[in-house]
């Protein structure tokens, strides 16, 4: 037995013609607003630079993106770049350890475990991700603000098994901290998903009644879900918020029914990605150009409330944003 | 050479042990665990003995008891059907972009709804059709269209959630009748419904004994495959109508509606005594299986055990009261499967 | 419950042309020429005996007639016109109708419904079921053969003998269905009904030709001769001939069956020599259960012992505890000096006994494996081919029962569900022999459906058995069968065993003995 | 009275030709032509696809789920259903993870005897309780999830020693994935197991018709048992095919695998109602499946077409595969 040869030359220093680049866009499916409407930013980068977008979709099945990404690395590797959503944190490591192999350029977003260092690797460019600490505190914050400074609050966790979830809650816990009049009544996990919100949010209302002053939920999706269970419930009292900025969440602070959400802009950062590999690929940034802390990164991201929520509707990409040497603009400081 | 005729010159009554007719002994099992699981909850929280917890409950069931009404009839069949979360996703996204939206400019409302059910029975009837014309098992061709509906549920998307805007919809879910969403009140009527088809139809029946003997059904004259395709047809309607109702809960088409509605229900329908190799239970059984499930887990969130737990400790329950269940009809050289 | 028995005089066709004819048909399995161009007449107002030895061909012959087996070549003549028949539904509509030699019946449905199934007739309006006028309809057909069932009762909560009768009011539903006189075959409708039922059955065969034509197949021909006008022939495929059954004597439907000369005979003369052994091999003391109380026996080595008794005498759930496959609340069984554990049908297999269960379909056999396979299922059967599977020893094996006991199959890897009826149950049988080990045989109607030289060889084989001091508790098909068989016999009734009748070969006691007994 | 002369069998039947041999063999065949059709068919929609890099990565990508499909094709052919072998091999995962610095070397072998106790307890819990497998391995499912969460601390678990895995990521002659040579010898080895031993037609019986099975002495509980115990100890060795693979254990890694596997089995044609199949059946049927799950979006297709193409391809392979002369009511 022996191991196969396959990988490209160490050196990271790309000079593929724009033509012969293959972008590939990977996230989890198409029938979530936030993440069509990444690979639509992916597509838009594309046609900017004159190229398609291979649209890939797992599912959020870790086990099929690593045999989609396995698959695809047993293509032609020279000048593929690659924009990816890891399912969670452990998928992360085999992908970039494929990619390093195989010679493809990757970026990578949202999970990746905190011990691994892009730093140590010529193909995996950068990483990029939003402060799930701060975004959790910032809305645990509005919320404890909406409600007054104190009452009742429940907590609706995404899917246990994820970093942002836990980030997310963990910052959350610090504006508990900081709003000690604040009582968590009950925390519950909703998966992310509008559905299970709508349940889990139902039995917490009739397990504590009036006392719910307010809801903290890790994502838009489950805060929509759980507004749908407070209108059943006929509460129009309680004040609701969520992370992702989804139009819906947008439209529901608008009409006032929803206190606050965190962006996240899915179309730039389905640009992004693709916009560093290819960059990268025609050589026209160098991987070692890339300073240290560009390679890990918080990416802005802002509070929305109904202040300014006008200013968000909708997002637009500015072509600006996925210039060579204005890719990094957006950042909020390196991963800590 | 006696022929036996001639040696038989007593009329020999023996006494019989009685025909079983109507309910027996052995259907007691699911509601008796449904009691007891209560009656746990209810002595260990305060809050899950609410008036309201209660209609909480039963609004909470009522997604899973309509697809669980389609899905028994199929598993009285002895076939499987895992075609739900494909058949509610499409129907949901159809619903939302056919009655007032922010999509588009439809403003179908009830026909809309009609036609949402009937997406789903169109899709049931192919895996009903794939069944009966390629001989392929139900596993296979309703796994199959439980994808071909996914991705029309995905194709109808196409990357914009739509929103439900009508307002009869959307009441569905938030008005109430005597301490009950509407929906619930569905959900009851389509129990009603389920239970004279299986009850006084033919469709029902024959449903009933496909499970029992299909062989022997041919043996009599009985075409079958017109009432597998039917039975497939009805349980898509179901799901289809489910799809409607996560659609007016959420208030917004999604395809991922049904997601996970397929194991629940068919779990819900065998904690309720409807055995997989068909023949056997019916719509009360499930509708017994789906409050079972239903109330575990709103009574584990209530007596607050971790989230970590909770499945588990449901598969425990749920694994327990089938064996209790199970326990005094045991018998000798039973087939289990 | 009056029925008109004849038709109204418009409804009746010429009288020329024959009820049914089959000319030339034949039928091919892979491996077998189940029909090799059979010629047969069915007149009108007859009815029609079929006989033949396992095998032969009847039945097949018979799901011709009903559709359901699709001929190789022969034309079918149903009142003088030429008919092609596509399914079951087909036959009904020519008014042939068929009780098939498996039970057929839904379990999970009432008997009610399995009465009407398929031609529901006024008992459904618009797909929905009309339960009173669905029960009347199935009480009509019910009272016609003077069965006492609930028509509401579950199929599968009835014994199998109501079940058979069941059927049997199923098929003459066709009267119903058919303008014409129509013509209803049983297959075999009489091999698990007792005497008493047997009779009722034949009274409606005698009424059915009022206005019908019937077609009877049976292995007992006494009956055959008792109840038919006439009886064919068939032999490999072939029809061989016919005679009238006036002056038919059994021995020589017999000669014509299987070519030579043998006999029904079941007095097997004198217990074969046995070891004298002073205690018995099987001592039951106190077994108690569902259907049973109390129940004390002994068999010895060597020894057959009949237990005889009407239905839900709990007979048979005696032999099936003794199995260890009912369960029993008290009572201790010791074979061979050593007490049995009764918690499962591996300890019983282990100690050395044997089951022959009754319901083939379901219990005896598994359809779609092969001979070979069915009979070395057993614990047994496995040990002789080794832990490690010997192929070549499995198949010399297999081979040699399948010639000792004359089954008729291709070859040992045909899959048991395409033998006749009769050849499955000797593979069934032949299962607790290929080991050569077993100690004691639980035989719950052994000859189920087996002609008359097969039931002859089984008959020689127990007694051979016995001979080698296997000990045999019989539940036999008749009266007759258990007094022939039988060294000593048991009667039970109400699940007690409460009398027993020694059976001598000098001493047999009749038929009226032990009825006199079971009352 | 004589005991009858009882006369020779009659026609001692004409000896047996012209069997339709060629037919069967075609349909035992069939789960192979259908791979080769579907691969055929992904290189006409992309030529690229046909390359030894992509067979050998496809070959890797399917090791896991072969080696699944083939533990619960033991449960299937006694009849039962084995719902818990995703969820087991996610536990495993965890367990691998988290005995790997004490254990060391002994790691795999502890994970695949702790997965196979597992199986056999649900085997045990099925066959004493007589509860069906379906729930028995339903409720598996959910308890399983629920320690890997809880000893997982719900995240996943990184394995930084890679050296006990690492011999699952070589390549034998440089081409053939070492996982993948691995999940050929687990099918290769059970089958010859069955195939000499009579646990072949027990477990057959078993599953064709339990009562009689039962009621001819066969060992019908312990078959079962052992069924689970095998699909136990195949999860375990999937569990640490994947962990080779993403380095990492982690509570819900497999969980997704659950319905590919069972589509593999019935791809290949086995009876889902049992008796019925075989083990290289599910090989090629999760051949089939991993080719469709990695092989539509990479040759192109877009992902709501994937969907449908999937649903529909699974079900042509079934009306391909399935031998219906071996399995007569289609439920
Ligand atoms: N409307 C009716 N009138 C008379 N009898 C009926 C009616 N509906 C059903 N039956 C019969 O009454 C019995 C009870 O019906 P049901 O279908 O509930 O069976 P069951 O005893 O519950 O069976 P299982 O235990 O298998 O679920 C059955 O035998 C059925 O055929
Ligand atoms: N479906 C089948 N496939 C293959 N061979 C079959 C099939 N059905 C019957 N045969 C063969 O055809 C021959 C005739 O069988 P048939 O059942 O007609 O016999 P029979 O006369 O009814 O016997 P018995 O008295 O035992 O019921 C037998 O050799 C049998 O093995
Ligand atoms: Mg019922
Ligand atoms: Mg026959």
Known sequence: ?336 | ?337 | MTTNLTRPPGQRVPATAPALEVRGLVKHYPGVKALDGVDLVVRRNEVLGLAGENGAGKSTLLKALVGLVRPDAGEIWVRGEKVRLGSIADAADHGIGMVFQEQSLVPNLTAAENIVLGSEGPGVRHGIYRWNTMRRLAQEQLDKIGSHIDPLARTDSLSFADRQMVEIAKVLRIEERTSHPPVIILDEPTSVLESKEIETLFTQVRRLREFASVVFVSHRLDEVLDVCDRVAVLRGGRSVGEVPAADAAPAELHRMMIGSTGSDDHYHGAAAERPDEPRPRLVVRGLSGRTFRDVDLDVHAGEIVGIVGVHGSGREDVCRALFGAEPTTAGEVVLDGARLDLSGTRAACAAGIGYVPAERKTEGMVGPMSVADNMTLTKQGSRCTGPVVRPRKQAKLVDRWIERLSIRTPDRGTAIQRLSGGNQQKVVLARWLVAGDVRLLLLDHPTRGLDVGARSEVYRLLRELAGQGVAMVLLADSLEEAIGMSDRIVVMSDGRATTEVAAPADGKPTPLDLVKEMV | ?331
């Open chain 2, 1 to 337: 050479m006696t022929s036996p005729a001639d040696a038989d010159l007593e009329v020999v009554h023996a006494r019989r042990p009685r025909p079983r007719r109507g309910v027996s002994l052995r259907d007691a099992g699911p509601p008796v665990a449904l009691v007891v699981v209560f009656g746990i909850f209810a002595a260990l929280s305060p809050g899950f003995r609410t008036l309201s917890n209660v209609q909480n409950v039963l609004d909470a069931a009522a997604v899973l008891t309509v697809v669980t009404c389609g899905i028994t009839f199929v598993l009285m069949m002895g076939s499987i059907d895992l075609s739900a979360p494909g058949i509610m996703g499409a129907s949901a996204i159809a619903v939302a972009l056919l009655v007032a939206n922010n999509r588009n400019d439809n403003d179908y409302g009830l026909l809309g709804v009609v036609l949402a059910v009937l997406l789903g029975a169109g899709l049931g009837c192919l895996s009903g059709l794939a069944l009966v014309t390629l001989k392929v098992p139900s596993f296979m061709t309703t796994l199959g269209i439980s994808a071909v509906g996914l991705g029309v549920a995905t194709l109808m998307f196409a990357g914009v959630q739509p929103n439900v805007s009508d307002r009869m919809l959307a009441g569905l879910a938030v008005e109430r009748f005597l301490g009950l969403a509407h929906l619930t009140w569905i959900a009851f009527a389509c129990v009603l419904v389920g239970w004279l088809v299986q009850r006084y139809s033919r469709l029902g029946r024959y449903a009933f004994a496909i499970g029992g003997a299909e062989e022997v059904l041919a043996l009599s004259g009985v075409r079958v495959a017109p009432y597998k395709v039917a039975v497939f047809t009805m349980a898509g309607a179901f799901y289809g109508l489910a799809g409607v109702m996560v659609t007016s809960q959420l208030g917004a088409g999604l395809v991922q509606a049904g997601r996970g509605y397929d194991f629940s229900a068919i779990a819900a329908a065998v904690v309720g005594g409807t055995l997989l190799i068909g023949g056997r239970g019916g719509i009360l059984h499930s509708a017994v299986g789906v409050l079972l499930v239903t109330v575990l887990t709103n009574g584990l969130v209530q007596v607050g055990v971790s989230p970590y737990w909770q499945g588990g400790v449901q598969g425990l329950i749920v694994v327990a009261a089938v064996a209790a269940a199970v326990i005094p009809q045991r018998r000798r050289n039973q087939v289990t499967k």
């Open chain 1, 1 to 336: 037995t022996e191991e196969v040869g396959g990988g490209g030359p160490a050196a990271a220093a790309g000079a593929c013609d724009p033509a012969d680049i293959t972008l590939v866009g990977q996230v989890r499916n198409e029938s979530n607003p936030y993440e069509a409407a990444w690979l639509d930013g992916g597509d838009t980068f594309a046609e900017q630079v004159g190229l398609t977008q291979q649209r890939l979709t797992y599912d959020g099945d870790s086990t099929r993106q690593q045999e989609q990404i396995s698959q695809l690395l047993a293509g032609d590797t020279e000048c593929l770049v690659m924009n990816v959503l890891p399912n969670g944190d452990s998928d992360t490591p085999p992908i970039v350890e494929g990619a390093e192999e195989a010679g493809a350029y990757l970026v990578t977003q949202w999970n990746k475990p905190a011990d691994l260092n892009v730093t140590d690797y010529d193909h995996w460019l950068s990483h990029i991700t939003y402060d799930g600490v701060e975004s959790g505190r910032q809305i645990g914050d509005a919320l404890a603000e909406a409600i007054g400074g104190s009452g009742g609050v429940i907590a609706l966790q995404g899917v246990l098994d994820t970093g942002a979830a836990k980030d997310r809650f963990a910052g959350f816990e610090e504006s508990l901290a900081a709003n000690p009049e604040v009582e968590l009544l009950d925390d519950q996990t909703a998966n992310f998903s509008r559905a299970e919100a709508l349940e889990v949010t139902k039995t917490l209302l009739t397990k504590h009644g009036e006392d719910i002053e307010g809801i903290w939920a890790a994502n838009d999706d489950m805060a929509l879900g759980a507004l749908e269970a407070l209108e059943q419930a006929g509460r129009t009292d309680v004040a609701v918020v969520g992370i992702d900025a989804v139009p819906d969440a947008l439209t529901a602070i608008e009409e006032g029914t929803m206190t606050a959400t965190v962006s996240s802009d899915g179309p730039w950062q389905g640009g992004i990605g693709l916009a560093i590999g290819y960059c990268v690929a025609t050589g026209e940034l160098a991987v070692e150009d890339i300073a240290d802390e560009d390679r890990a990164w918080f990416a802005e991201q802002f509070l929305i409330d109904q202040d300014n929520v006008a200013d968000f509707v909708s997002p637009e990409i500015t072509e600006s944003d996925f210039a060579c040497d204005n890719l990094f603009s957006r950042s909020q400081g390196a991963m800590s």
């Open chain 4, 1 to 331: 009275m004589s005991t009858p002369a009882v006369t020779e069998p009659a026609v001692a039947g004409p000896p047996v030709t012209g069997r339709a041999v060629a037919g069967r063999r075609l349909t035992s065949f069939m789960p192979v032509i259908a791979l080769v059709v579907l691969l055929a068919a992904l290189t006409v929609a992309d030529p690229g696809f046909l390359t030894l890099n992509s067979l050998t990565a496809a070959a890797r990508t399917s090791a896991p789920l072969v080696v699944l499909a083939a533990g619960a094709t033991l449960v299937v052919l006694c009849g039962g259903i084995d719902l818990s072998i995703a969820a087991l091999c996610s536990l495993a995962t965890v367990f691998f993870a988290l005995w790997l610095p004490d254990l060391g070397g002994l790691t795999t072998v502890a994970v695949v005897a702790a997965t196979a106790a597992i199986g056999a307890a649900q085997g045990v819990a099925h066959v004493l309780l007589r509860i069906p497998s379906f729930i028995v391995t339903l409720g598996g499912l959910s308890i399983f999830s629920a320690i890997a969460l809880v000893i997982s601390d719900a995240g996943p678990i990184r394995v930084v020693d890679r050296d006990v895995t690492h011999w699952l990521t070589l390549y034998v002659g440089g081409v053939v994935p070492m996982a993948f040579v691995v999940a050929l010898l687990v099918v290769v080895v059970v089958s010859l197991v069955l195939r000499s031993t009579p646990l072949e037609s027990w477990i057959r019986a078993t599953g064709y018709s339990e009562s009689a099975a039962r009621l001819a002495g066969a060992p019908v509980d312990v078959v079962k048992v052992a069924a689970f115990t095998v699909s136990g100890a195949c999860a375990g060795l999937a569990a640490i095919m994947l962990v080779s693979r993403n380095f990492s254990g982690s509570p819900t890694m497999a969980d997704n695998l659950l319905l590919p596997a069972v589509a593999a089995i019935v791809v290949g044609g086995t009876a889902i109602t049992g008796g019925h199949g075989s083990l290289w059946r599910s090989l090629a049927g999760a051949l089939v499946v991993t080719l469709l799950r990695v092989g539509l979006p990479i040759v192109g297709v877009p992902s709501a077409y994937e969907q449908i193409l999937y649903g529909a391809i699974i079900v042509a392979a079934v009306a391909l595969t399935l031998d219906r002369s071996k399995v007569q009511i289609i439920k």
